[in-house]
């Protein structure tokens, strides 16, 4: 079945290092892929998007490019703070207004 | 932005008890909401797909005697955990896109989730 499979945390960073979380799926179709950031205490944000390949998402300083041939949408951030700190999730969806797949999270933690 | 509230943010019980989690959408209309479990440092599991005016569509190996869900209207469903016990413990989040109003339509709005502990 469709899956979303991301890089196994925690992250743990220096404030201004280089950030990338791998993320990979498997899905029938040509899905809609995600990332969403959970901040500690606070509900799931939309931090970016790609509905199409070679789409790139953008938000924030992160980017991820939907890449159907290696069949992934890894996230990267050029220069991280402390803020950016959360739980990063991969997620994709099959359809538009159906449920989402998740990934299992990545804990980034940055340190000043 | 689009805001999704959940009613209560956290909530203890006894066992045997049930409890109702409350999820509405504040500036725009959704026909379908989704609930999710999110186990400690774990993902989000899809438990169940509700529909205004309709019956939920429950996913495989989800109880829907345990775990009733209304949608009475456009901008509130509601998850009942009926005989909590222990194993219902976790982190119960609602999702849903807009079918009109302000928010955009391609997004999935999340609400901040609520924290079940039964004792």
């Known amino acids: 079945g469709d899956s979303v499979t991301q890089m196994e945390g925690p992250v743990t960073l220096s404030e201004e290092a280089f950030l990338t979380i791998n993320c990979t799926y498997t899905?029938?179709?040509?899905?809609?892929l995600f990332w969403y950031v959970q901040y500690p205490g606070e509900g799931l944000q939309l931090l970016l998007k790609a509905t199409k390949a070679d789409d790139k998402g953008s938000n924030k300083g992160f980017e991820a490019t939907y890449r159907k041939e290696t069949t992934s949408f890894h996230l990267e951030k050029g220069s991280v703070q402390v803020s950016d700190s959360a739980v990063y999730f991969c997620?994709?969806?099959?359809?538009?207004?159906?449920?989402?797949?998740f990934g299992k999270g990545t804990t980034l933690s940055v340190s000043s | 932005g689009a805001v999704v509230s959940q009613h209560p943010s956290w909530v203890i019980c006894k066992s045997g008890t049930s409890v109702k989690i409350e999820c509405r959408s504040l500036d725009f209309q959704a026909t379908t909401m989704f609930w999710y479990r999110q186990f400690p440092k774990q993902s989000l599991m899809l438990m169940a797909t509700s529909n205004e005016g309709s019956k939920a569509t429950y996913e495989q190996g989800v109880e829907k005697d345990k775990f009733l869900i209304n949608h009475a209207s456009l901008t509130l469903s509601t998850l009942t955990v009926t005989s909590a016990h222990p194993e219902d413990s976790s982190f119960y989040i609602c999702?849903?896109?807009?079918?009109?109003?302000?928010?955009?339509?391609?997004?999935?709005?999340f609400g901040p989730g609520t924290r079940l502990t039964v004792l």
């Open positions: 997620a994709l969806s099959v359809q538009a207004g159906t449920a989402l797949i």
């Open positions: 899905a029938t179709g040509y899905p809609s």
């Open positions: 999702s849903t896109y807009s079918t009109s109003g302000r928010a955009n339509t391609d997004t999935q709005y």
